[in-house]
């Protein structure tokens, strides 16, 4: 779960004033990369606006907090080492066009 909250009052701190919005396209990105089978899920405010922006692995898992585009390697790295994350098994570009 990505945070892509924005405060109406623009002098309080919020997830997406911290560009989580770029975090999310990262992650998503990243994910579709490797073929990871996990959803990732943008959400509003779990409460960490002071530090974010606010990644959640749910459910129940951890918080990570001020995470930008550039950790998203390394925070996938280690979520499938810690997790054991599956792959997806995706041979649709070996399957034949439409119609033959």
């Known amino acids: ?15 997406a004033a911290r560009n ?9 990105a990243e994910v ?8 990732v899920e943008r959400t509003v405010c779990m409460g960490r606006c002071d530090f974010g922006p606010t990644v ?5 898992g ?3 907090l001020g995470l930008a585009p550039n950790d998203v ?4 790295n280690e979520l499938e080492v810690n997790l054991n994350l599956k792959k997806e098994n ?5 399957l034949p066009a439409p119609g033959t």
């Not at 959640?56 to 129940?60: D, S």
């Not at 995706?90 to 070996?94: D, Q, S, V």
């Open 90 to 94: 995706n041979k649709i570009n070996e």
């Open 20 to 28: 989580s919005e770029d975090l999310a396209k990262a992650i998503e």
């Open 73 to 76: 390697g390394d925070f996938l």
């Open 62 to 64: 951890a918080f990570h």
């Open 1 to 15: 779960m990505v945070c892509i909250n924005r405060r109406l009052r623009s002098d309080l701190s919020s997830c």
């Open 56 to 60: 959640r692995v749910a459910p129940g």
């Open 32 to 39: 579709q990369a490797r073929g990871l089978d996990i959803r």
